[in-house]
């Protein structure tokens, strides 16, 4: 169960990666950190969710990089999937198709 300072974490470390992967010129790793702290909150951590997860995370930030989405969007698509990642794998699924609507070029 997640609990008020739970998030209060979570939006602090989202807001510190997305920051330094605008600071940090698109750095691999710190993709790989915003998979890893979603999916540790992850009821269910199969290969093929872990794969979405990371395809909706890298399309959002290609979406970040290109201005067609603002911070406080991508921190609100990415806050959504942190929250739906505890709750269960078909809202998670969900969240994440949702999340990257808009993104598709």
């Not at 915003?34 to 290609?62: C, H, K, P, S, W």
């Not at 929250?83 to 809202?91: I, Y």
Request: charged share 25%; with cysteine.
């Amino acid at each position: 169960m997640i609990i008020t300072d739970d998030i209060q974490i979570i939006k602090a470390q989202m807001a510190a990666f997305l920051l330094a992967f605008r600071l940090e010129d698109r750095n691999e790793d710190i993709s790989l950190d915003m998979i890893e702290l979603v999916a540790l909150r992850m009821r269910r951590r199969e290969d093929a969710d872990v794969f979405q997860l990371g395809l909706f995370v890298r399309t959002n930030l290609a979406c970040f990089e290109l201005g067609t989405l603002s911070f406080p969007d991508i921190h609100a698509r990415f806050m959504a999937a942190a929250l739906a990642a505890s709750v269960g794998p078909a809202e998670f699924t969900e969240t994440l198709y949702l999340g990257t609507r808009g993104c598709q070029s």
